[in-house]
């Protein structure tokens, strides 16, 4: 949480000096890596590709276009530069104060605490079947994995960001997509999740467990707040919005890249995602309908925030919004890599 407000806080003192695209510079930001250019063609600055004949050139739009090649984002000398958002006061201002003032408010709501016997609280208050029958054999290495993982997807947005932007100088420019819409995403989310915990006050699976069973540490502590505040997970919210801000902002930044980096970029960070939210069910510190509203809070964020913004190429261009095949190619990248990410933690704890 104080990563997400240091971040946004940032973004918010860079929205005035960053209304506009600024000019490019060809130099690449990112190393050109050929192991995975075939995958992710966006992050090489040039539209040089090598094969086993030696360099070749793939000419097409760049060649001799002049200003037209640079509305399109290619630069004159062939490089292949990214659609930056454009941000203002107006829009992300409002955004987040709003969610601000939605932080805020939940911090000012009471939590209803339960007290806890030793034998637990009784199950069969659960009403659902796919809560209920989780609860015991409560996993402390998959609540210590879990903050791995967390940390793990949080930081792999904002590094996909920086990766696939060769060319893109000026400290405004730089910042706009790994800082002030990711963290303008990761502030919404957190304000949603927490209005929801503080609402619901849902007291976490390891509650259920006789005290005999229950893991000692603060994390298993029955009689602080953190205890009844089970219903959204934080972990899921938080990694989901980071998965999903990554392909969708992908999208949007590089409307010409393949398919496979479509579904590259957005099954890495889902299977991030899943795990962290399996692990934390693995811990006993979260229902599975705790991870499935997290995620959808999470998920709803990380696309909502990129698709209010207008991403516009270095010459002023405006850069074409995806296709439903594009979203479709995402789409099926995300639900594949949460369900591999899912077995994996099941499979590992």
């Not at 060809?26 to 995975?36: G, K």
């Not at 090649?69 to 930056?84: E, H, K, M, Y």
């Not at 911090?107 to 015991?136: E, K």
């Not at 699976?205 to 029955?222: I, N, W």
Request: with cysteine; aromatic share 6%.
């Amino acid at each position: 949480m104080t990563l997400a407000f240091r971040t946004c806080l940032v973004g918010i003192a860079l929205l005035t000096s960053a209304e506009q695209v600024w000019p490019q510079a060809p130099q690449p930001l990112a190393p050109v890596m050929a192991t995975v250019d075939p995958i992710f063609p966006s992050w090489s600055p040039r539209d040089l590709r090598r094969t086993s004949l030696g360099p070749i050139v793939v000419v097409g739009a760049a060649q001799g276009l002049g200003s037209a090649g640079a509305d399109a984002g290619v630069g004159g000398d062939g490089s292949s530069q990214p659609a930056l958002p454009r941000v203002g006061w107006w829009t992300d201002g409002v955004v987040t104060a709003a969610a601000l003032g939605a932080y805020a408010l939940s911090r000012s709501f009471s939590i209803t605490r339960q007290v806890v016997p030793p034998q637990g609280l009784d199950p069969s208050n659960i009403n659902l079947g796919i809560d209920r029958h989780i609860i015991g054999h409560p996993s402390t290495g998959a609540d210590r994995a879990s903050d791995v993982t967390l940390v793990a997807t949080m930081v792999g947005a904002p590094v996909l960001a920086l990766l696939t932007q060769p060319g893109v100088h000026g400290w405004e420019n730089v910042v706009r997509r790994p800082l002030v819409l990711y963290g303008e995403a990761m502030l919404v989310a957190e304000a949603g999740s927490q209005l929801l915990k503080k609402s619901a006050d849902r007291p976490r699976p390891f509650t259920y467990l006789p005290e005999s069973e229950r893991p000692t540490g603060s994390a298993y502590d029955v009689t602080g707040d953190g205890a009844f505040l089970s219903m959204p997970s934080g972990h899921a919210t938080i990694s989901f919005t980071a998965a999903s801000f990554a392909a969708t902002d992908n999208l949007l930044s590089h409307p010409d890249a393949g398919w496979r980096e479509h579904v590259a970029v957005a099954a890495v960070g889902a299977l991030l995602a899943g795990a962290t939210g399996n692990l934390r069910v693995k811990a006993n510190q979260h229902f599975p309908t705790d991870i499935l509203v997290g995620g959808l809070i999470g998920t709803a964020s990380g696309v909502s925030i990129p698709l209010l913004h207008s991403y516009v190429f270095p010459g002023g261009g405006q850069a074409p919004r995806p296709s439903g095949h594009a979203w479709l190619e995402t789409a099926a990248g995300y639900l594949v890599g949460a369900g591999v990410g899912v077995g994996l933690a099941s499979v590992a704890y």
